[in-house]
Nanobody, 125 residues
Framework: VQLQAYGGGLVQAGGSLRLSCAAS???????VAWFRQAPGKDREFVAA????????YYADSVKGRLTISRDNAKNTVYLQMNYLRPEDTALYYC????????????????????WGQGTEVTVSS
C-alpha cells in the first residue's frame, strides 16, 4: 500500500481544512488512521477507522471537531478538521494496516505498517 497525504495549509483559528490520503495498491481490509507531530513533540494519535464494521476512534483533544472518513471507491481517506485551534498545528500523517487490532492498538503508531508523507497544518491565532 502506498499512501500520499495532501490538503494541509495555513488557516485561522476557528477555520476548517480537509486532509486527504490517497491510497494505491491493495487497500481492501486495511484499517486507517491519522497521526500528527508538532515541532519538538512526539507523534500522537488523532483518529482511526476500522475496516471491518467501520468503527471510528478519536483522541480526546479532537473529538467533536475532527472527523475521519473513507471513500473506498476512490481509495481515499479524509480528515475533516473544523474549529481548528493553534494547538492543532502539526505535520499530519496518514497510516494503514492489515492487522486485526484492538481499539487500543489502533491508537498506537506501532500498529501501522504503511505511512504517507506528512502534510503540514498551521493554525494561526
Amino acid at each position: 500500500v502506498q499512501l500520499q497525504a495532501y490538503g494541509g495549509g495555513l488557516v485561522q483559528a476557528g477555520g476548517s481544512l480537509r486532509l486527504s490520503c490517497a491510497a494505491s495498491g491493495r487497500t481492501s481490509s486495511t484499517s486507517v488512521a491519522w497521526f500528527r507531530q508538532a515541532p519538538g513533540k512526539d507523534r500522537e494519535f488523532v483518529a482511526a477507522k476500522r475496516w471491518s464494521g467501520g468503527s471510528t476512534y478519536y483522541a480526546d483533544s479532537v473529538k467533536g471537531r475532527l472527523t475521519i472518513s473513507r471513500d473506498n471507491a476512490k481509495n481515499t481517506v479524509y480528515l475533516q478538521m473544523n474549529y481548528l485551534r493553534p494547538e492543532d498545528t502539526a505535520l499530519y500523517y496518514c497510516a494503514a494496516t492489515y492487522k486485526s487490532a484492538t481499539a487500543g492498538a489502533l491508537r498506537s503508531a506501532y500498529t501501522y505498517d504503511y505511512w504517507g508523507q506528512g502534510t503540514e497544518v498551521t493554525v494561526s491565532s
